[in-house]
């Protein structure tokens, strides 16, 4: 069985994207669930600045703190895309809510 893993990462959304497609065709083919997903990637891509409190990459934690209730929101409506097309082929694991929760 697939596993897909929800886990944030730069460049990455959810559903990591450095290899565009999981090899499950439910999940790569649904135009909805990759709009999520980019939604969601671009989000937290925003809380990194460059050139920023003397760093060349900074990672702003406050403004992750003030969008958490937009984040869960949208990770909330990922796994509930992910759940309707599941046709029995992959399970969700969820790394992201937990960590999100306790911000």
Known sequence: MN???I???FLQGPIWTSNPETGIEVVDNDEQL???NY???D???SYYEFDSHGQPFWFNEGRERVDKETMLSMIGKLIARLEE???GSFDIEDLETPRLRAL
């Open 43 to 45: 989000l937290f891509d």
């Open 34 to 36: 990759r709009a999520i």
């Open 85 to 87: 097309i599941n046709d």
């Open 3 to 5: 596993t897909i893993k």
């Open 39 to 41: 939604e969601i990637q």
């Open 7 to 9: 886990q944030l990462d």
